[in-house]
């Protein structure tokens, strides 16, 4: 029975990542039909992002008052019915009222599973399991394309994806006797109540993973979203390949995570996260030098590979590093910490490529990457004494 719930949390790590990419993908379509400026789809992102930093600090709480199967199933309900309310929209307005239960529904479930997987399976399947949502992060767009390219309405995209997470939601609903308490529980049945913004911050090496984790976000997402533009305006490579060299990135992240599960039988945790950054060191150096085209879009991939490690062990390292009745209320804040880092730092980024120059994307990769090496060595320090 316990392996049919990780076969459960398999489903629901593709199902996280199914609709990601899936607004991206139709927007071409969306903006013009609503009569929208294309750039209306940062507000909508950005509502999501706002939903899901609020679900990810209520996190501890919910899964105190519910239990982390019902605050899964719950939240991937939020997010059908979000995609299914997607499918109906007829303005933009409409999006963005859409758009705040999609975003509660998002970090709801990827607080609440991450913890119970780093709480009760091994590191393995930590690494596997954001393979998995690599996997589902790709499929979204192709069922999207699938239906564009058939003759279909975007409508019927967000309709497919809202259908897989229903089934996923029933599936979810019938598995709640399968799931273990809350982490902290005692064996009179009383459990950790969970802990204020304020205390969280006060525990030991708190501050250290949470910078850790908004450098790697920001790292990975300012990497995913200005590479292409990088290669293209500075370095001379054609659209096209800069373009599908871009996508390698994200296919390095994937691919490694596949490979780290395996990796996590022979090294720890701390181990692989410090292997990752010296890989994306390598990236990063590679993309710096003036040694070609073909040294910096290999380059990217190494950054793509360096990024595999980093996220899943630095969860999964968490109820070692802070105690299981810890973990949800630290794992809730890094997730709010992780998205605060996606929003901020790429467009910071974007200001610094418009007014002062594009070739700058390296060092601030750099800059970013050192910081996280050195909050990351502080952790350990604080974590070990």
């Known amino acids: 029975m316990i392996h049919l719930l990780l076969v459960i949390i398999y489903a629901s790590f593709i199902s996280l990542g199914l609709p990601d990419a899936l607004l991206g993908s139709a927007w071409p379509t969306m903006y013009l039909e609503f009569g929208v400026p294309v750039s209306y789809m940062g507000a909508i992102s950005m509502i999501i992002a706002l939903g899901t930093i609020v679900s990810s600090l209520m996190s501890d709480r919910l899964t105190y008052k519910l239990g982390p199967g019902k605050v899964t199933a719950i939240s991937v309900g939020m997010t059908a019915a979000a995609l299914f309310g997607f499918s109906t929209c007829e303005s933009f307005w409409m999006l963005c009222l859409w758009a705040i239960p999609y975003g509660l529904g998002a970090g709801g479930v990827d607080a609440c599973l991450n913890n119970y997987v780093a709480l009760h399976y091994a590191s393995r399947h930590m690494s596997w399991l954001h393979c998995m949502w690599g996997v589902g992060a790709s499929i979204g767009p192709s069922i999207m394309g699938w239906v564009l390219t058939g003759g279909g309405h975007w409508t019927g995209g967000y309709r497919t994806i809202a259908l897989i997470q229903i089934v996923l939601t029933c599936a979810l609903m019938l598995s709640l006797p399968l799931w273990k308490k809350r982490a902290g529980a005692s064996e009179d049945g009383t459990e950790a109540a969970p802990k204020p913004l304020g205390q969280v911050m006060q525990i030991p090496g708190a501050k250290e993973v949470l910078v850790t984790f908004f450098c790697y976000c920001a790292l990975e997402t300012t990497a995913g979203l200005w590479a292409s533009s990088y290669l293209a305006l500075y370095k001379g490579v054609p659209a096209e390949t800069a373009a599908s060299f871009a996508s390698m990135f994200y296919i390095g992240i994937t691919i490694g995570r596949a490979l780290n599960g395996f990796l996590t039988m022979k090294f720890s945790d701390t181990q692989l996260i410090r292997m990752g950054q ?108």
């Open 278 to 385: 010296a890989i994306i060191l390598l990236g990063v150096t590679a993309m710096l030098l003036p040694l070609g085209e073909a040294v910096s879009l290999a380059g990217l991939i190494l950054i793509g590979l360096g990024c595999a490690p980093i996220y899943p062990c630095v969860i999964h390292s968490t109820p070692e590093h802070f105690g299981a009745e810890n973990s949800q209320a630290l794992i809730g804040v890094q997730m709010a910490s992780a998205y605060v880092g996606t929003c901020l730092m790429p467009p910071i980024f974007g200001l610094i490529a418009n007014h002062i120059t594009v070739a700058l994307f390296p060092l601030y990769l750099l800059a970013i990457l050192a910081l996280m090496l050195m909050m990351h060595e502080r952790l350990i320090r604080r974590v070990s004494h």
